[in-house]
């Protein structure tokens, strides 16, 4: 059976002496942890701090984003080496608000996800639609086109990957999908890995975001199609996120 993955993407929030109370909760209240993968998504120029103080534990931490360049005349970017550099072993790829806010389209998005696994790390690619597109039945299609964009350049791209939908209107809304409706777009999901390659459908994590609180998590990760969560609000909370791992161990 896939282990579950219990994500928090802390966004852009936090300093330094909130993320260090943060940082110490989590490892005073997280209990051993034998059935997720527990991992920590802080802004970039806190990820030293979270390595130094997650090293010793069963945490995992990653980059936000990336640029798919290993070095060079990018001012204000920060290459998928430096975050290897700094202990990641996931980097999110393509989230909603990079998508939205900063305009990043599906070749950008590529790149970086392939870049990501050429760096020997597990790109998390999100992925969802809007409540408009859901209303006008695309939703698909948009899955579709969205996912397909990353097999151009590799058909085995799924292998060691991880696939987060995030159905946009469920994000930081307060409004989460049911487990039922994740499901279905969930088996959707992984029969369109299964048409790119067999093999990776059986062992692609696809996992949920979108207003995943402590109140929701275990009736998320109770199914079976659902290999676990990726949470924004309630992973900056570190009692409400370690309800969320408790849920499963
Ligand atoms: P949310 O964010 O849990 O605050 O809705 C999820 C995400 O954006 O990954």
Request: proline letters at 3%; a negative charge; hydrophobic letters at 35%.
């Amino acid at each position: 059976m896939r282990k579950k993955i219990i994500a928090g993407n802390w966004k852009m929030n936090g300093q330094t002496s909130s993320i260090n109370t943060l940082l110490d909760e989590l490892k005073e209240l997280t209990p051993n942890t034998e059935n997720s993968i527990n991992i920590i998504f802080p802004p970039a120029i806190y990820l030293q701090q979270v390595k130094e103080a997650l090293s010793a534990t069963s945490f995992k931490w990653g980059g936000q984003n990336t640029y798919p360049q290993d070095k060079g005349a990018y001012t204000g970017e920060i290459s998928t080496v430096m975050l290897r550099d700094m202990g990641c072993q996931y980097v999110l790829v393509g989230h909603s608000e990079r998508r939205h806010i900063f305009a990043e389209n599906e070749k950008i998005i590529a790149e970086k996800f392939h870049h990501v696994k050429e760096h020997g790390m597990i790109p998390i690619v999100c992925i969802g639609e809007t409540l408009e597109q859901r209303e006008q039945g695309q939703t698909e299609s948009i899955l579709k086109s969205q996912l397909l964009s990353l097999v151009e350049a590799d058909s085995r791209c799924f292998n060691n990957s991880v696939i987060a939908y995030e159905p946009v209107w469920a994000i930081g809304t307060g409004k989460t999908a049911y487990p039922e409706q994740i499901g279905e777009v969930h088996q959707y999901i992984r029969n369109l890995v299964a048409s790119v390659n067999k093999e990776d459908a059986e062992s692609t994590a696809i996992i949920y975001g979108g207003s995943v609180t402590e109140k929701n998590a275990s009736a998320l990760l109770a199914s079976a199609d659902i290999d676990g969560v990726l949470v924004g609000g309630a992973s900056l909370n570190a009692q409400q996120f370690v309800e969320i791992i408790t849920c499963i161990n």
